[in-house]
């Protein structure tokens, strides 16, 4: 059966750009760009040239892209001036690219209130863009604002506004959901509806996510007959956002009943890069991905229960709905209280211990991760502190030094210049390479100190500390459990100048306590993994 093309329509750096807090530069535009060419998107909208510096000058130089068309977006003229004369227009059909997405309205009740016009003036300001969008050459787009509730209000005038956007040329008739508050089976039936005027190989989807609903709605407008489906990545917009492409494009991909019908940009292997495509977009926002996103979360494929686990392990389609590979992403055993024998056993394989099953220590290990559970350690992001847990459970480790003491002093005064600092001081005494050392330090808080009074301590014997930083430092306050007092849960993330990085976790009544023992499983652990033995 030969497959119907689905073109896929990115629009993360013009609807995306509107989210709050989010602002790109124009290199951070280049490199999602290039990105979503990357992967197989068909269409990527740059922007709205002339509306602000940023897009003036993306379009002004634009990335050379292998397969995507890059995407002016505009308004419709202005009532009142020839498109010929809209410095607005003329700034998005002049910009460089390959081809024009203009909005307009489709809803009586905007073409009244807002623009404060005949509803027939409203069609020939459609009429008129559009076909200057079609003579600067290139795709021309309409982006039908509001569609659906200008279809529940006045089915007919939406719809002739639509026909004067396809008898001026358009291209691509783009039904927008701009205020997100339709449901899937009111989409399914109005695309049903428009198909019979417009046939579907003209319609697009935009939906926003008012009602968490905008990925449902464009499967559902996909299933209803339209071939073009819009969207962000990481459903970023404004207000609840837009539909999310990297919920739907593993959808369309991988699920039968839209994989064995249509054919996408995105091939199978390319598909394989989507977890990274939506973590590359975090990290350029500078902000944490949800754990819990869809087909690229890092719990996507997190399997805690015991039973669970024990399952996966004979066939991951137990607990798993496609293979984590496909995505790009990764299977995850977690450690927990319901942590049965298998669980701990798949958690270190994947740590790299290889271990026989009916190890007589095992069950043990077992008892010790419980009970260090009950007491406030939590190992599912803390895998370097299982490790050092499970190798001393199962085949003892080496001591590579021994605290004897230490004492942390904080100070906090104005100092000559007027100024208000805080300092803190560290004293340590340890037991290392046969003897002991005392070494004192400063930092700029009490953890600080110490991490650097007891590295002075021990680089003499074990050089290879000299290279690592902690780079993330959490602190958990638990709630006090039956009464007993609260204690407190550290979690560090060191690196080291090889790129590598592991996390380590501390539990203690005291911060300052909680903090050694994290500390303390990180630089043990920089040791093991360099190979030290004792
Ligand atoms: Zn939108």
């Known amino acids: 059966m030969t497959r119907e093309r689905l073109y896929l329509f990115d629009t993360t750096l013009r609807d995306g750009a509107q989210t709050q807090g989010v602002d790109f530069s124009v290199p951070d535009k280049r490199h999602i760009a290039q990105e979503l060419d990357r992967i197989g998107i068909d269409y990527v909208e740059g922007g709205w040239p002339g509306a602000n510096p940023t897009d003036t000058t993306f379009f002004a130089g634009p990335p050379a892209f292998r397969h995507a068309k890059l995407i002016a977006f505009g308004m419709t003229k202005r009532s009142g001036r020839s498109a010929a004369n809209d410095p607005g227009l003329a700034a998005v059909l002049d910009a460089k690219s390959q081809g024009s997405c203009l909005v307009g309205k489709t809803w009586d009740f905007h073409v009244m209130l807002v623009l404060g016009i005949s509803l027939e003036e409203n069609l020939t300001l459609i009429k008129e863009s559009i076909a200057a969008a079609v003579a600067r050459g290139g795709e021309a787009l309409f982006d039908a604002e509001h569609f659906f509730d200008g279809y529940k209000a006045n089915a007919d005038y939406a719809l002739r506004c639509l026909k004067a956007a396809e008898a001026a040329g358009a291209r691509w008739l783009v039904l927008c959901d701009t205020n997100g508050g339709t449901l899937p089976h009111e989409v399914e039936r109005i695309v049903g509806e428009v198909t019979k005027h417009v046939p579907g190989g003209k319609l697009g989807i935009h939906a926003h996510n008012d009602t968490e609903n905008a990925v449902a709605n464009s499967l559902a407008a996909i299933r209803a007959g339209v071939r073009q489906v819009q969207g962000t990545l990481n459903g970023l917009g404004e207000r609840c956002g837009n539909a999310n492409l990297v919920s739907l494009i593993p959808t369309l991909v991988l699920k039968p009943d839209y994989a064995t019908r249509f054919e996408t940009g995105v091939s199978v292997e390319e598909l394989r890069h989507l977890t990274h495509l939506s973590h590359l977009l975090d990290e350029l926002l500078n902000r944490s991905s949800n754990r819990h996103a869809a087909y690229v979360g890092a719990s996507a494929f997190a399997h805690k229960g015991g039973l669970h686990v024990s399952a996966v392990e004979k066939d991951p389609r137990t607990y798993e709905h496609v293979p984590p590979e496909s995505v790009g992403n990764q299977r995850h055993i977690l450690v927990s209280d319901q942590a049965g024998r298998s669980n701990i056993l798949a958690q270190l394989r994947e740590a ?85 050392v005392m070494t004192v330090a400063e930092g700029n808080g009490p953890v600080n100190a110490l991490d650097s009074a007891l590295r002075k301590a021990l680089i003499p014997v074990f050089p290879e500390l000299e290279d690592i930083r902690l780079t993330d430092y959490k602190v958990r306050i638990l709630t006090p459990q039956e009464g007993t007092k609260a204690v407190t849960r550290v979690m560090i993330e060191t690196s080291d100048a090889k790129g590598d990085s592991w996390s380590t976790v501390g539990v203690s009544a005291n911060v300052i306590d909680a903090s050694y023992n994290a500390l303390y499983d990180s630089l043990v652990y920089k040791l093991w993994r360099s190979g030290r033995r004792s």
Do not use: C
């Open 352 to 436: 790299g211990i290889a271990i026989d099953p009916k190890h007589p220590k095992l069950g043990r290990l077992l008892e010790e991760v419980k009970e260090r559970e009950f007491q406030g350690y939590a190992y599912d992001g803390a895998e370097a502190s299982f490790e050092l847990l499970a190798r001393r459970a199962l085949d003892g480790m080496p001591e590579f030094f021994r605290l004897q003491s230490f004492r942390v002093l904080d100070e906090r005064r104005w100092n000559a210049r007027g100024e208000l600092v805080t300092l803190s001081e560290a004293t340590i005494k340890v037991e290392v390479g046969g003897a002991t």
